[in-house]
């Protein structure tokens, strides 16, 4: 099995692109969702946040007010590094975890979906391949302001707390363009994953697992045979 780290930028349609590949069949471990699973209410993470940002980003509900934290650390970078440095190793905890568990299940590869990979860039050293879900900044900016109803500066600073798009084009190994309508992203998709599917980069370590767990087999059945003497 091998890793596939897919990322974007915000309102480039990466999940658009998710939908596609898991339509597909595709085994994707998504780092936003888990984002939100490990801030849930009496988590730890939570508990240090309300310790490190106050009353004022919770609901009457207790629940974190994502809109609130957001507008705090979109527009303070040493509050956005607080927040990372509180929920990343929560995060990476739990895709390890579901990465185990696609291996189980025999899958070639599974992706990554991490929104800030290449600006961590800790992730990228364990990727066989990088994807770029990339649109024009104009269409960015036009879709984020649409979506979340922003003001065209809320927006622009929203965009300029991740690197540009275009910078990120030079570290990726697939870049999918997501400007257009859906039918011409799925065809990037395909055409992608049936690339992926046919790579025999997953061999090595499928063999070695295989001749891991063949080596414990032969020891368990030696012990066995020194019991029963």
Known sequence: MFLVGLTGGIASGKSTVVSILRELGCAVIDADLIARQVVRLGTPAYTKIVQHFGDGVLLVSGELDREKLGAIIFSDPQKRCVLNSITHPQIRREMLRQTLWYFFLGYRYVILDIPLLFESRSMTRYMKHTMLVYCDPQTQLERLMRRNSLSQDEAMKRIAAQLPLDSKLPLADHVIDNSGDRESTR??????????????????????????????????????????Q
């Open 187 to 228: 065809r990037q998709v395909l055409q992608l994953n049936a690339r992926l599917e046919s790579s025999l980069a997953y061999l090595p370590v499928r063999i070695t697992a295989v001749t891991m767990a063949t080596g414990l087999v032969v020891f368990a059945c030696s012990l066995l045979r020194r019991l029963w």
